[in-house]
């Protein structure tokens, strides 16, 4: 299956879970945060899975990775990334802290595994209601590590490396705070296949 031969129709389609997950994790972040939040259109694109460590600045850059596992009938992983800085952003948004921190402790790293969480929750959620396809995701595990490094993990797990990927790209802001993620999700290719003919397009 050539990323370049997905047709538009399905691209709309990938778009439309991006916004009603998107949707889904501003109203459970709003009411974490108890204040409004606000999240951009997200950016929905299909990736080759070696092109994800360049658009996270290379496989040496220091990332934050929330990874949680899919299972059911859906098999893979859903990831959020953040470069440190945004990690630390978000980590003081979430506490409400006045004197920001410039490194992330361990109240730190629980608040973004809650949000990594949320947001990954959220857009499961909406691919399993467009997809008619049962979905279930792990507790997040949070990592600190070099982007290449943290890729790795689906390999090691299930002793695959995705072919395709799913990137939404999760802007939202909070009074002057903004923070940009970067959501992955990583199919085994049978379901990548699965989730494709369920929307309609194979």
Same mark, same amino acid.
């Given at each position: 299956?050539?990323?370049?031969?997905?047709n538009?129709?399905?691209?709309?389609?990938? *778009?439309? =879970?991006?916004n009603?997950g998107?949707?889904?994790a501003v109203?459970? +972040?709003? &009411? $974490? /945060?108890?204040? !409004?939040?606000d999240m951009?259109?997200p950016?929905?694109?299909?990736l080759e899975?070696?092109?994800?460590a360049?658009?996270?600045?290379?496989?040496e850059?220091?990332v934050?990775?929330?990874?949680l596992?899919l299972?059911?009938?859906i098999? *893979?992983? =859903?990831?959020?990334?953040?470069?440190?800085?945004s990690?630390?952003? +978000?980590? &003081? $948004? /979430?506490?409400? !802290?006045?004197?920001?921190v410039e490194?992330l402790d361990?109240?730190?790293?629980?608040?973004?595994?809650?949000v990594?969480n949320?947001?990954a929750?959220?857009?499961?959620?909406?691919l399993?209601?467009?997809?008619?396809?049962?979905?279930t995701?792990s507790?997040?595990?949070?990592?600190?590590?070099?982007?290449?490094a943290?890729l790795?993990v689906?390999?090691i797990?299930?002793?695959?490396?995705?072919?395709?990927?799913l990137?939404i790209e999760?802007?939202?802001?909070e009074?002057?705070?903004t923070v940009?993620?970067?959501?992955f999700?990583?199919?085994?290719?049978?379901?990548?296949?699965?989730i494709l003919s369920?929307l309609?397009?194979l």
């Amino acid at each position: 299956m050539d990323v370049n031969n997905l047709n538009d129709m399905m691209i709309d389609i990938l *778009g439309e =879970i991006g916004n009603i997950g998107s949707g889904n994790a501003v109203t459970a +972040l709003a &009411n $974490m /945060l108890s204040k !409004r939040v606000d999240m951009n259109v997200p950016q929905v694109k299909i990736l080759e899975f070696n092109e994800v460590a360049t658009l996270l600045g290379g496989e040496e850059n220091l990332v934050v990775g929330i990874y949680l596992d899919l299972d059911e009938e859906i098999r *893979g992983n =859903i990831m959020f990334m953040l470069d440190i800085e945004s990690a630390i952003n +978000l980590s &003081n $948004m /979430l506490l409400n !802290r006045e004197d920001t921190v410039e490194k992330l402790d361990d109240m730190a790293i629980s608040a973004l595994s809650e949000v990594g969480n949320i947001l990954a929750s959220s857009y499961v959620n909406s691919l399993s209601a467009l997809t008619g396809l049962k979905i279930t995701v792990s507790v997040p595990s949070l990592a600190i590590d070099m982007a290449g490094a943290i890729l790795s993990v689906p390999a090691i797990q299930f002793g695959y490396i995705a072919d395709q990927v799913l990137f939404i790209e999760t802007v939202f802001k909070e009074g002057d705070n903004t923070v940009k993620g970067n959501l992955f999700l990583l199919p085994d290719m049978n379901s990548f296949k699965k989730i494709l003919s369920s929307l309609g397009v194979l």
